[in-house]
């Protein structure tokens, strides 16, 4: 069993940075590939990028690759979403999610959701 819970959302304008933070509990941290999804108003749920157990690889949607990093620290079971070049099209409320495998598959389907944080990019 693991516990998301996100931090680090806000409001920002566009051409700005946010870093989000996710902490899990549970043991094995590593043992899990983590991610972030994203769901705007009136959209569907859309994958935003994830990274393996040990950190050695991430994918991320075409949308936001060369803008976002993902990394994780599992010393301190936590995995950060580092966004720059914000966009008003990035609005939206970030889920942090995990998969349970070290590895990172073809295709991400976490077992486990946070809460949610919301972003806003508005002038």
């Known amino acids: 069993q693991v516990q998301l819970v996100e931090s680090g959302g806000g409001m920002v304008q566009p051409g700005g940075s946010l870093r989000l933070s996710c902490a899990a509990s549970?043991?094995?941290?590593?043992?899990?590939?983590l991610g972030w999804f994203r769901q705007a108003p009136g959209k569907e749920r859309e994958f935003v990028a994830a990274?393996?157990?040990?950190?050695?690889?991430?994918r991320y949607a075409a949308a936001v690759k060369g803008r976002f990093t993902v990394s994780r620290d599992n010393a301190e079971n936590t995995v950060y979403l580092q966004m720059n070049s914000l966009k008003p099209d990035d609005t939206a409320v970030y889920y942090c999610?995990?998969?349970?495998?070290?590895?990172?598959?073809?295709?991400?389907?976490?077992?486990?959701w946070g809460q949610g944080t919301q972003v806003t990019v508005s002038s």
């Open positions: 990274i393996s157990g040990r950190g050695s690889s991430s």
């Open positions: 999610a995990a998969e349970t495998g070290v590895l990172l598959r073809a295709i991400f389907r976490p077992d486990y």
């Open positions: 549970g043991r094995s941290f590593s043992r899990f590939a």
